[in-house]
């Protein structure tokens, strides 16, 4: 076992240096409790109001941006490969254009995903595909034309 002659060194904490620092993080806290707006504090940070820019939007940087444009991403991605796979199992469309029937194309797209009538409304609402009704059902739908647009 070895001995240093050297005196061990000491931490040295000063009171005025522990007042300090506390000050500084209850004004920190201070602050912080102003823009809370749980907190009982009177002062509430302005808000964006419908119609002003920026309303219903997240934060610009902030990770919930960021994952919404993952998620819009990862959507426009299963659409394409949708239009994909219409485009592969087309049967003889009306007017020339890639169609198939509900039957079919769910009987193909189950090994791909799950999501197949959601992300066929998706693609509807970005006028990519066309088919009559509301929603599509599995069985009862299994007729029903789809017609690729573009």
């Known amino acids: 076992m070895e001995t240093d002659d050297a005196p061990a060194e000491t931490c040295t904490v000063s009171v005025k240096g522990l007042t300090e620092n506390w000050q500084k993080w209850s004004n920190d806290h201070c602050d912080y409790q102003k823009n809370n707006p749980f907190s ?6 302005p808000q964006i109001q419908r119609g002003q820019e920026g309303y219903g939007r997240p934060l610009e940087g902030s990770k919930t941006e960021e994952r919404g444009k993952d998620a819009h ?4 991605r299963e ?4 239009c994909r796979v219409i485009l592969e199992s087309r049967e003889s469309g009306d007017d020339s254009r890639p169609a198939v029937r509900f039957g079919t194309l769910f009987e193909r797209y189950v090994t791909i995903s799950n999501k197949l009538v959601g992300v066929l409304l998706r693609a509807r609402k970005q006028g990519l595909v066309h088919f009559e009704g509301e929603m599509l059902w599995q069985g009862r739908d299994d007729g029903v034309i789809i017609t690729l647009l573009e």
Request: glycine letters at 8%; hydrophobic letters at 35%.
């Open 79 to 82: 659409v394409t490969e949708l």
């Open 40 to 45: 009982n504090g009177k002062v509430i940070p």
């Open 73 to 76: 991403s990862h959507i426009s």
